[in-house]
C-alpha cells in the first residue's frame, strides 16, 4: 500500500519561503501525475499544483508565478518550492496524485504565513 508522507512545513513571515517534501513508500510518484493540494480552515481542499510523469507543471493562477513543483523519481519524492508567501497561502497542505485518490491522503504538512 502507497503512503505519502508531506513534510517541510512551518510558520514564516509574508514574503518568505518554504519547500514542502513528499515521500512515497513506493515507485508511484515516477508512473503517475502528482499533485500538492491544501486546505484552509472553512474552505475546501483545493489542487495547487500538479506535475504529470513527463515533468510538464500547471498551476492554480492563485499561486502561479510564486509556487515550483518539482519531482526526484530517484528518491521517489515530490517537492513545492513556494516563494514570496502570503498570509492568504496559510493551509495545511497535502500531497497526492493528480486526481487525487481517496487513499493516499496523508496527514498533510501546516503552513503558516503572519502578516
Known amino acids: 500500500q502507497v503512503q505519502l508522507v508531506e513534510s517541510g512545513g512551518g510558520l514564516v513571515q509574508a514574503g518568505g519561503s518554504l519547500r514542502l517534501s513528499c515521500a512515497a513508500s513506493?515507485?508511484?510518484?515516477?508512473?503517475?501525475?502528482m499533485g500538492w493540494y491544501r486546505q484552509a480552515p472553512g474552505n475546501q481542499r483545493e489542487l495547487v499544483a500538479a506535475?504529470?510523469?513527463?515533468?510538464?507543471?500547471n498551476y492554480a493562477d492563485s499561486v502561479k508565478g510564486r509556487f515550483t513543483i518539482s519531482r526526484d523519481n530517484a528518491k521517489n519524492t515530490v517537492y513545492l518550492q513556494m516563494n514570496s508567501l502570503k498570509p492568504e497561502d496559510t493551509a495545511v497542505y497535502y500531497c497526492?496524485?493528480?486526481?487525487?485518490?481517496?487513499?493516499?491522503w496523508g496527514q498533510g504538512t501546516q503552513v503558516t504565513v503572519s502578516s
Open positions: 513506493g515507485s508511484i510518484i515516477s508512473i503517475v501525475a
Open positions: 506535475i504529470t510523469s513527463g515533468g510538464s507543471a
Open positions: 497526492n496524485r493528480a486526481p487525487s485518490f481517496r487513499g493516499y
